[in-house]
């Protein structure tokens, strides 16, 4: 059976550093032409296959152009317009400090389904991409397909082998339970959609790991895992329960707001009788009355650790993967506060 060619074997036969290699065949500076060259032409031989080695060959006709990366989210990741804006423009300001250009396209569910890549992927005309958030796993795959280097935000999932960037998700929903209780809350309810991004499941299992730990019973009918995101159809769900919990877990700032909403129109007050925890930061935990006790997300550290990962792993394609798990800070806010009595 053959062995894979490595980059490092191109390095040993050369007699080069590794890193010498990499920016030979990504076309990056540091080697000269003719150290290139001979480079590009070794790995050739020895069979060396790196789907930037044909760009790395036409790197001197780019000489002068803007270097670019692609950063993709879907429509729905688009329309949280709070956290796509505030990690757009910070991983806008990394790489324009690094001199690239940045390009963002919107991914609907039709191009989703029919795995209908932006014609910057088909043709390779990007140097890296990073994908903001949940789209679908096919088509994730079908991106890293392409061979481009990329870098999953925001999300994971078992079947892809990618770098991800992500917030620690369970210890955050557990932290977000530690405060309730600590306030004395032992009814906690949960409010989502834990089917939209896994990342949501994940801050359902950081509530169940801090019930444990805490003694808490999570009562079935105040777990509601399939929310739609909509003020109405969450005010019914809260409705039709026969007795309320004293608090509520939010999956994120929306569900939050409307949570919060949908109490007050049921003449129920917050914190007084129910306190809110929610999850991004959000300028929606900040427009509710009150304000709502959050998980902040750092979204510029996202940034900063996203393109640093891409750029490692544009620099050496090899390397092993990676999985960061970024913390959060809980914002105590006017949404929470000490369990009625009696409860």
């Not at 030979?24 to 070794?42: D, N, Q, W």
């Not at 060396?48 to 790197?59: F, H």
């Not at 397909?145 to 892809?160: E, M, S, Y």
Request: proline share 6%; net charge negative.
């Amino acid at each position: 059976m053959r062995t894979k060619v490595t980059m490092q074997d191109v390095a040993d036969k050369l007699n080069l550093s590794k890193n010498s290699v990499s920016q030979a065949l990504t076309g990056k500076p540091g080697v000269s032409e003719e150290t290139r060259r001979l480079i590009v032409r070794t790995a050739a031989e020895m069979g060396y296959t790196y789907a930037k080695r044909q760009a790395a060959e036409d790197a001197p006709s780019r000489t002068g152009s803007k270097r670019t990366v692609a950063l993709i989210a879907s429509d729905y990741a688009f329309s949280m317009k709070s956290f796509f804006g505030d990690i757009y423009l910070s991983i806008d300001k990394e790489l324009n400090r690094r001199g690239y250009g940045l390009v963002i396209q919107s991914i609907s569910p039709e191009q989703a389904a029919s795995l209908a890549l932006p014609s910057f992927l088909q043709d390779r005309s990007v140097d890296g991409v990073l994908i903001l958030s949940h789209i679908t796993t096919p088509y994730i795959q079908a991106v890293l397909n392409t061979g481009i280097p990329a870098v999953l935000i925001d999300h994971h999932h078992p079947a892809l082998q990618a770098d991800t960037i992500l917030t620690n998700n369970r210890f955050s929903g557990y932290e977000a339970i530690r405060h309730l209780a600590e306030l004395g809350h032992r009814d906690i309810g949960f409010m989502g959609n834990i089917r939209l991004s896994p990342s949501y499941y994940e801050r359902l299992e950081g509530m169940r790991l801090a019930a444990f730990e805490f003694g808490l019973e999570l009562r079935e009918p105040w777990l509601i895992t399939d929310a739609a995101e909509d003020s109405e159809s969450v005010r019914d769900r809260i409705k039709a329960l026969p007795a309320l919990p004293t608090a509520w877990f939010c999956i994120n700032d929306g569900f939050g707001f409307m949570v919060t909403s949908a109490l007050q129109q049921l003449g129920i007050r917050v914190p007084e009788d129910v306190s809110i925890v929610s999850f991004d930061n959000g300028y929606l935990s900040r427009l509710a009355t009150p304000p709502t006790t959050t998980m902040d997300v750092n979204l510029p550290l996202y940034a900063e650790c996203a393109v640093e990962r891409l750029f490692g792993r544009m620099d050496d394609p090899e390397q092993p993967m990676t999985e960061t798990l970024l913390p959060t800070s809980l914002l105590v806010r006017a949404s929470t506060g000490p369990a009625p009595a009696g409860r």
